[in-house]
């Protein structure tokens, strides 16, 4: 096999290009995915998860993909430069131990235990030796596909062989792929993404396979990481809790009542009025909305023949502002044991 390559200035501007974008790109995306579904559970900047998702995401793209382009594309324009007559007509000779690179002055046997980097980005073959610069070799340079890949194959086998290793395979699309789709479902995402991840692990130790099962299951935990998050700060949210606490207060009044004209007092504890039968609520919606794990009662207290009862609010804390009292008149409250602190 033997390639004729000549190359123009504008063909190594497009390989820049197309090497700088493409260069572990899909790591790029993954870590960029992650950072963002972590900080949209975390910061609020709208109600609306998705909008959330992706007004973070227009954000952090030129940290992850912008700035190492540039740095990426910075770094192999000066590898560029430091090559004598880039443009000159090279010919390549693939033999078992390395390329013969004719037309350079003198000529390069360039051994394959010397290349640190050989692939395909756009239109373009590339060989980057471990001593610095590179090899830029268009496809159209070659007389087919099968040609291609056959270059490919002998510099990537060779490559191997020198490390005592199996050389990569290219990516190719694999129709079990198309799984990821379940992956991107919430709910059902989590369960499609672990088992993705563990097929992708221990039986077809496919990168593509562990990276959709990884995706997939840190959808569902972002999705509903900022549901929870939208729930436990949203004041809209706490605000229909208070409401709800009120009107449960305004009908434990009605149960203590009642309670009394059965029993001839007032009960020690919220929890005499429950009953197998009973409807009444007694545990305060407000403390559920600020993540209390175990369930919090409304303050009772009895006095005598009197009693407080009223509900902490959006704080947590007994006896400020936000504190929510059974909504009475005080022509109710005279006829009632019902009193406010």
Not at 7 to 25: A, G, I, K, M, V
Not at 55 to 65: E, K, R
Not at 190 to 210: C, E, Q
Not at 243 to 252: E, G, H, P, S, V
Request: proline fraction near 4%; hydrophobic fraction near 45%; include cysteine.
């Amino acid at each position: 096999m033997e390639i004729v390559v000549e190359t123009t200035e504008h063909d190594h501007n497009d390989f820049f290009r197309n090497y700088s974008l493409r260069r572990n790109l899909l790591q790029r995306l993954f870590i960029l995915l992650i950072v963002d579904l972590i900080l949209s559970a975390f910061i609020p900047i709208s109600s609306a998860c998705l909008v959330n998702f992706l007004f973070l995401g227009v954000i952090l793209a030129p940290l992850f993909i912008g700035i190492p382009y540039f740095r990426l594309k910075t770094k192999i324009r000066k590898a560029y430069d430091g090559i004598l007559s880039p443009t000159d007509l090279r010919t390549y000779k693939p033999f078992a131990s390395g390329i013969e690179i004719a037309g350079e002055i003198p000529a390069t046997f360039l051994r394959y235990e010397d290349i640190r980097q050989v692939g395909r980005t756009g239109n373009f073959i590339f060989l980057i030796p471990k001593l610095g610069g590179y090899y830029l070799l268009p496809v159209w340079c070659f007389s087919s596909i099968e040609e291609i890949e056959h270059f490919l194959r002998i510099v990537k086998n060779g490559i191997a062989n020198t490390k005592g290793v199996a050389a990569k395979e290219p990516f190719t699309f694999k129709p079990g792929y198309l799984i990821g789709i379940l992956c991107l479902i919430p709910v059902i995402g989590f369960f499609a993404g672990l088992v993705v991840l563990i097929l992708g692990i221990v039986h077809y130790k496919d990168k593509v396979f562990i990276i959709m099962g990884a995706i997939g299951m840190l959808i569902t935990i972002g999705t509903y990481g900022s549901m929870i998050y939208f729930v436990q700060t949203s004041g809209i949210v706490k605000d229909g809790f208070a409401n709800i606490a009120q009107i449960q207060l305004n009908d434990l009044v009605k149960d203590i009542e009642f309670y009394k004209l059965q029993n001839g007092a007032y009960p020690d504890s919220l929890q005499q009025i429950q009953t197998k039968d009973s409807f009444t609520s007694i545990d305060d919606p407000t403390q559920a909305i600020n993540g209390n794990k175990k369930s919090v009662t409304y303050q009772y207290q009895r006095k005598g023949n009197k009693y407080f009862l009223f509900s902490v609010g959006k704080d947590g804390k007994p006896n400020t502002a936000d504190d929510i009292y059974p909504n009475l008149t005080n022509g109710d409250t005279s006829k009632l044991g019902f009193i406010r602190k």
